[in-house]
């Protein structure tokens, strides 16, 4: 399956996957849990005469639509790049303890009734939820760093170490607290990607390009690394920098992803695995491609999330999990019968 | 073992019976005093055998406590008030273990006339369409959540002159959408903030943060209230009450006469 990636071939595989993003990504406003009447939101927007249908399509399902499709193509991203770097097929953005820090982060704030700041666009949730993710990625990679560059097992278990102090931590707020906040803890548990308008958007796109750039420029040097460190130390790689900056990305873009969207599990663990199946595993396609995927993916969930049990809503990671899991065993089935 | 049913044997006239209550039974005053026992998910199994009660009364389901009054030999009792007409229900079952069934059955007469003055008394006014809002993400408008028809709070609003907008969800307490808010276009927003303390300043901010919801009637026309008293959250003898407490915000013109 994996062939010489000539330039024709990448373009062939980026447009294939480009154009399901796109589609994905013009159909997904038009669905919801209440049908708008489109010529009222065409009406409004060149007559600039207010109406509830163009609201709710500007206002709440657009930027609903693009935080999905961002979070989700970030995920997916960052899981690509740490498979390689940690050169574990298990790995996914959560591993680095950021949604442990991140969680407990929320937990506080929400626990914490009259805590109450507000910082730019962020509200105490997404701020701490920030600042958790912050502590954890730099307390990991503190713990890390040697002489020699960063040392892979050390961040994998310092990770899941890390996960595991800040379930503690939680659980302790959570036998603290009144009950009535438990819910509200327990939602942002789930992940959700309930937004209103534009500013928490244009807030997390800091984060999320530079992580995204970082990552992105990694595609050549992640080949290599596929094959062991010494192979690519050979071929001029410079092997700790590399790791650095996957870091580096990932914990950017993650913590952006988790402050607006909590804990949205399994698209950074298979979307990846998806992508190599579907394509091959020549990292310079992964990466975009896993972007397009990862985004079209959490879209299509949140639109499931939104609509299915109208006028209520359901929590997106329970869709995630549910959708992607017989889609990934699917496509794991397909392809070894092909072998 | 619940709020409501430590209120309600005190409203039967058998407050100096009850030896405990749970952490969260706050009314009447009395019941701030008796000795604690945890709450719903951590029971004091150890202070209920110091205390060896002769009648355990439970709300709901609790496996726990029941094995454990099973292997003590302590009798159980086990009511489900959480609606208007399992209320009258629990009161008459608690009467009778309690044997006070005329004071239980003059308890359900005084509700059943509250409610119905509360219903009379805003008869006359149009019906209020309202959104009532259990939670949300701290300073933020996601994961609103909300009560469904089923919900005892739904219920209470009914008879005090709203519809609750989210009344066809057959979920107690669904997280609703925004979409759907939106389009339903409530006239009232009712946030519940039970049992918090709440400086003038704060419900100016935690009104201010519906604003951006400005295409809902009720935000427009200002008509978001902040309520934090947990009795609208007690399915118990004070239902009546809560019912006229609700209907104040609603039919703010019909407090002027009462």
Redesign the interface.
């Known amino acids: 399956m994996t062939a010489i990636l000539t330039p024709k071939r990448f373009a062939l595989l980026m447009t294939a996957y480009a154009l399901l993003a796109l589609v994905i990504f013009a159909v997904a406003p038009f669905f919801g849990s209440e049908s708008l009447a489109f010529n009222n939101v065409v009406d409004a927007l060149f007559s600039h005469r207010a109406h509830v249908d163009a609201d709710i399509f500007f206002y709440h399902r657009i930027p609903r639509v693009l935080l999905a499709f961002l979070v989700g193509g970030s995920l997916a991203v960052a899981g690509g790049a740490l498979q390689v770097v940690l050169r574990n097929p298990l790995a996914e953005p959560f591993i680095l303890g950021i949604a442990g820090g991140g969680a407990v982060g929320a937990v506080i704030a929400i626990s914490v009734p009259g805590l109450f700041i507000r910082a730019g666009p962020f509200s105490s949730v997404q701020l701490l939820t920030l600042l958790g993710c912050i502590i954890c990625i730099g307390g990991i990679y503190w713990l890390a760093r040697s002489p020699l560059g960063i040392s892979m097992t050390t961040i994998l278990l310092a990770g899941v170490t890390i996960n595991i102090l800040c379930g503690a931590a939680i659980l302790l707020v959570r036998y603290l607290v009144s009950p009535h906040l438990l819910v509200a803890m327990d939602r942002w548990m789930m992940g959700g990607l309930d937004v209103v308008g534009y500013r928490e958007l244009s807030a997390l796109l800091p984060l999320l390009l530079p992580g995204l750039a970082l990552l992105f420029m990694q595609g050549h040097a992640l080949n290599q690394l596929a094959f062991g460190e010494e192979m690519a130390v050979g071929h001029g790689v410079n092997v700790a920098s590399v790791q650095k900056q996957v870091f580096l990305g990932t914990g950017l873009a993650t913590a952006g992803a988790v402050s607006l969207a909590g804990p949205i599990g399994f698209v950074g663990l298979i979307i990846p695995h998806a992508v190599r199946r579907l394509s091959g595993v020549d990292h310079r396609v992964v990466l975009p491609a896993s972007f397009c995927l990862g985004g079209a993916f959490l879209t299509v969930c949140d639109l499931v999330a939104r609509t299915v049990v109208a006028p209520t809503e359901m929590p997106v990671g329970i869709i995630t999990a549910l959708v992607g899991g017989p889609v990934f065993l699917r496509i794991l089935l397909k392809r070894g019968k092909v072998r | 073992m619940a709020p409501n049913i430590t209120e309600t044997i005190f409203a039967l006239g058998c407050g100096d019976c009850v030896v405990a209550a749970t952490d969260?039974c706050t009314y009447p005053a009395e019941a701030r005093a008796l000795p604690k026992v945890g709450?719903?998910?951590?029971p004091n199994l150890e202070r209920l055998t110091a205390l060896c009660p002769d009648l355990l009364i439970l709300q709901g389901k609790h496996e726990k406590v029941d094995a454990f009054c099973r292997a003590k030999g302590i009798p159980v009792l086990h009511v489900a008030m959480d609606s208007i007409s399992s209320i009258y229900r629990g009161i008459v079952d608690l009467g009778s273990a309690l044997h006070r069934p005329e004071r239980a059955e003059h308890l359900c007469t005084t509700i059943r006339h509250q409610l119905e003055a509360v219903q009379k008394e805003v008869a006359g006014y149009p019906r209020q369409k309202v959104f009532i809002c259990l939670?949300?993400?701290?300073?933020?408008?996601?994961?609103l959540?909300t009560a469904?028809g089923p919900s005892f709070i739904s219920e209470i609003l009914q008879i005090a002159g709203g519809d609750n907008i989210?009344a066809?969800?057959t979920?107690p307490?669904?997280?609703?959408?925004?979409?759907?808010l939106?389009?339903?276009?409530p006239e009232i927003i009712i946030e519940m903030?039970?049992?918090?303390d709440i400086s003038d300043l704060?419900r100016r901010?935690i009104i201010a943060e519906w604003d951006?919801?400005?295409?809902v009637p009720a935000v427009s026309n200002r008509r978001v209230y902040v309520l934090t008293e947990d009795l609208l959250l007690v399915p118990g003898p004070r239902v009546g009450v809560a019912a006229r407490f609700l209907a104040k915000p609603l039919h703010p013109e019909i407090q002027d006469g009462s």
């Open positions: 969260f709450g719903y998910f951590n939670g949300r993400a701290p300073s933020g408008m996601t994961n959540y469904g989210f066809d969800v979920q307490y669904p997280e609703a959408s925004k979409e759907s939106l389009k339903r276009a903030r039970p049992g918090e704060r901010q951006i919801l400005r295409g």
